[in-house]
T-cell receptor
Framework: QKEVEQDPGPLSVPEGAIVSLNCTYSNSAFQYFMWYRQYSRKGPELLMYTYSSGNKEDGRFTAQVDKSSKYISLFIRDSQPSDSATYLCAMSGISGNQFYFGTGTSLTVIP | EAEVAQSPRYKITEKSQAVAFWCDPISGHATLYWYRQILGQGPELLVQ????????DSQLPKDRFSAERLKGVDSTLKIQPAELGDSAMYLC??????????????FGQGTRLTVV
């Protein structure tokens, strides 16, 4: 079993829709949870970063962590065509020194 | 804005040839990572440095891959000889401090390697 599981999609939504992206994990030692956005042929860029459980909001993006269920989510409100990318979840333990990535979910927002 | 620099952006090489990638992390970042990302998959760690020391190279195919970070700043990843299965994006990332809270990793644009 992989440390981090993520549905690869692809996911296609109309502009303005609410998008929900999810990851599950098996290692209860994970404490730091990150979401990266990766455009085609580019390196991943950090979108959201959360420590332990709870919610974090940044503009149209909301990250949620449920450690009891080992489940994290990224919500995108009012999705835009420019949000079309692959979204990677990543997580690490208390030492924060090794990151485990999901396979990424490919998202297309249709104008 | 500070960023992780990688070169070259693209590299095509014949199998059995040697190839090298270079990375310059964000200034002051002590931790440097090399990841390999196969198309359609997430990044997988190859090697991690803390300053000039290797922290984790358990997933590095040491028969053909080598990495160094001699002065604890920039780093080079080498493959010799390259194999067809090495075709992938090679990503370098850096983070500010090992074990510190708020330790996000910032990525470079990557080097896309094609072995023919």
């Amino acid at each position: 079993q992989k440390e981090v599981e993520q549905d690869p999609g692809p996911l296609s939504v109309p502009e303005g829709a609410i998008v929900s992206l999810n990851c599950t994990y098996s290692n209860s030692a994970f404490q730091y949870f990150m979401w990266y956005r990766q455009y085609s042929r580019k390196g991943p860029e950090l979108l959201m970063y959360t420590y332990s459980s709870g919610n974090k909001e940044d503009g149209r993006f909301t990250a949620q962590v449920d450690k009891s269920s080992k489940y994290i989510s990224l919500f995108i409100r009012d999705s835009q065509p420019s949000d079309s990318a692959t979204y990677l979840c990543a997580m690490s333990g208390i030492s924060g020194n090794q990151f485990y990535f999901g396979t990424g979910t490919s998202l297309t927002v249709i104008p | 804005e500070a960023e992780v620099a990688q070169s070259p952006r693209y590299k095509i090489t014949e199998k059995s040839q040697a190839v090298a990638f270079w990375c310059d992390p964000i200034s002051g970042h002590a931790t440097l990572y090399w990841y390999r990302q196969i198309l359609g998959q997430g990044p997988e760690l190859l090697v991690q440095f803390q300053d000039e020391s290797v922290v984790d190279d358990s997933q590095l195919p040491k028969d053909r891959f080598s990495a160094e970070r001699l002065k604890g700043v920039d780093s080079t990843l080498k493959i010799q000889p390259a194999e067809l299965g090495d075709s992938a994006m090679y990503l370098c990332a850096s983070s500010a401090e090992l074990g510190a809270m708020g330790t996000e990793a910032f990525f470079g644009q990557g080097t896309r390697l094609t072995v023919v």
